[in-house]
């Protein structure tokens, strides 16, 4: 089975990786997609409405 992760943050990768190991899932795949950009806009955009 393949799972597709949307990340803020390059850092989630390894989490994602090493918590689907821990949890045994052999027959599982990960691609990820580290969109960085969005979690600067997110925070952009709330420095705006405050």
């Known amino acids: 089975m ?3 992760c949307l ?3 390059d850092s ?4 994602f990786e ?3 190991r821990a949890a045994g899932f052999k027959a599982l795949e990960l691609a990820h997609v580290a969109r ?3 979690l600067a806009a997110a925070i952009h955009a709330a ?3 405050a």
Do not use: E
């Open 2 to 4: 393949l799972i597709v």
């Open 12 to 15: 989630n990768i390894a989490v």
């Open 47 to 49: 420095t705006l409405a």
């Open 7 to 9: 990340h803020t943050a």
């Open 36 to 38: 960085t950009d969005f």
């Open 18 to 20: 090493a918590a689907a």
